[in-house]
């Protein structure tokens, strides 16, 4: 007996409002059943939404436990280590990590053995080898301008560079679950797992005998991101080569860096473009400050998870619908896409800014001074989720060199921004600066999604009545 919303609502609610929410739950039951591609996609997209609801507590609990613990400027300090590692290990992917998602499904449908089993050993080598590369050239970097650099950073990002391997191949591995549709695998090592064993540890290592300050964190980071990547690597690395052992790989590197290295460009521009902010504020103000922004982003996250839960469950989708032809099948989807990403983060958006002062005093005094940030961040950030992943659909139909451009053009307009506004306005210039590049990406994608695929992926705007 499977479960069913339009069931549970006429059991737990009174006749009016069953009524009322019948219409709705037999849309959900829609969803969740449909055996078509929109049902799969839908049931990614759902379960993936619970995994970021359960993750976004997961994760604020331990920041605010993380922040308690450590006090602001010693917080302050492992943010911008951590939040540079992170982006330092998804740029040493070099775009493996969303262009397997595309290969895997097109050499599942055109039965090609032993390109997908080659695809998948080449991303594994490649970066690992990129990220031991990037690894070294940082160590070498830090001993080179230490002096110019504060000393309390010093030592923090030499460990930090020790797991940034293990991250880049934890975010391979998520791209591959993804590719398979695995969204268990896809979302719970780094969302959920790896914040609690960074917690874990560094309570481990306070009753050790170690103060809980940056440096104590970092180590905590770095066992908790080993523990992480090998349990993925022993669930699926391990579940996607035992089908393939016998099939004799098939590299075509240069094809695959054909597409994987445009995606490399608009993926280090995104997370450029999201975490910008974060590492500008390093730069020019105190770790004290790093810790308020960090700690408001951290509100913002339970808007921004709702257009990660809708792309887990998207992308490998319209990569089938590309490769099926079926570009009517292609245009509704998106559409639906992007209101499945607009009206939930609406909603979500209106609950931060009703709770987000007594939820930034739960980190410790003087960061409720981030809550006013939230006002112009949130109404961005809703703004954004109007055209959904739009992004994710142009790397998917390769356009990948235009996703380059617009965040490329967004990342360079935030970053001059911020260094014209940060000076005079302090916290306040970078919000301005994130909030209009915020509102500039989804400009600029949802007309190039426009001018290159004919589809009108707004959720705002009506659907034309032909799409090519």
């Known amino acids: 007996m499977r479960f069913s919303a339009a069931a549970a609502a006429e059991r737990l609610l009174p006749g009016r409002l069953a009524v009322r929410a019948r219409p ?15 049902g799969a996609a839908g049931r990614m997209s759902l379960i993936a939404f619970a995994l970021r609801v359960v993750n976004a507590v997961i994760a604020f609990v331990s920041q605010v436990l993380l922040a308690r613990y450590m006090g602001g400027f010693e917080y302050g300090i492992f943010v911008l280590v951590w939040v540079t590692m992170i982006i330092l290990g998804n740029t040493a992917c070099l775009g493996f990590q969303t262009s397997v998602i595309r290969f895997v499904p097109e050499y599942e449908a055109k039965k090609s053995p032993g390109e997908l089993r080659g695809v998948l050993v080449a991303s594994w080598r490649v970066v690992l080898a990129a990220s031991t590369i990037i690894a070294l050239a940082g160590a070498l970097g830090i001993w080179l301008f230490e002096e110019s650099i ?50 874990l540890f560094l309570w481990g290592l306070h009753v050790g005998g170690i103060s809980p300050n940056a440096t104590a964190a970092v180590l905590a980071a770095i066992l908790a991101t080993y523990l992480t990547t090998i349990l993925q690597i022993a669930y699926v690395a391990v579940k996607t080569e035992n089908p393939l052992r016998s099939v004799k790989p098939v590299f075509r590197l240069r094809s695959w860096l ?82 499945w990403t607009f009206i939930p983060a609406t909603v979500m958006g209106f609950i931060v800014l009703l709770l987000g002062k007594p939820i930034l005093m739960l980190f410790g005094p003087g960061f409720a001074a981030g809550y006013p940030l939230l006002f112009p961040l949130v109404a961005a950030v809703i703004l954004r989720a109007t055209v959904g992943p739009a992004e994710s659909l142009l790397t998917m139909s390769g356009h990948e060199r235009s996703s380059v451009a617009i965040y490329g053009f967004t990342l360079a307009a935030n970053i001059a921004l911020s260094f014209l506004l940060i000076p005079s306005l302090g916290l306040w210039g970078v919000a301005i600066a994130t909030s209009v590049s915020l509102v500039l990406e989804a400009t600029l994608l949802a007309f190039t999604v426009w001018r290159k695929l004919g589809i009108l992926m707004v959720a705002l705007l009506p659907a034309p009545k032909e799409t090519r």
């Open 24 to 38: 709705w739950a037999d849309r959900l039951d829609a969803i969740i059943f449909a055996p078509d591609a929109r």
């Open 150 to 199: 504060q000393s309390y950073y010093v030592l923090p990002f030499y460990l930090g560079l020790v797991c940034l391997p293990m991250i880049a191949v934890g975010d391979l591995l998520q791209g591959t679950a993804r590719a398979y549709a695995w969204p268990l695998w896809s979302m719970i090592p780094s969302f959920l797992i790896r914040p609690l064993l960074i917690l």
């Open 258 to 339: 054909m597409v994987s290295v445009p995606i490399f460009l608009s993926n280090g521009f995104y997370y450029l473009l999201t975490n910008a902010d974060v590492l500008l504020v390093g730069h020019f103000m105190q770790p004290t400050d790093v810790a308020v922004y960090f700690a408001t982003t951290k509100a913002l996250a339970l808007v921004h998870f709702v257009y990660y839960a809708v792309r887990t469950g998207a992308i490998q989708r319209y990569s089938a619908f590309l490769h099926s032809g079926d570009m009517a099948g292609l245009a509704r989807f998106a559409r639906e896409t992007a209101y």
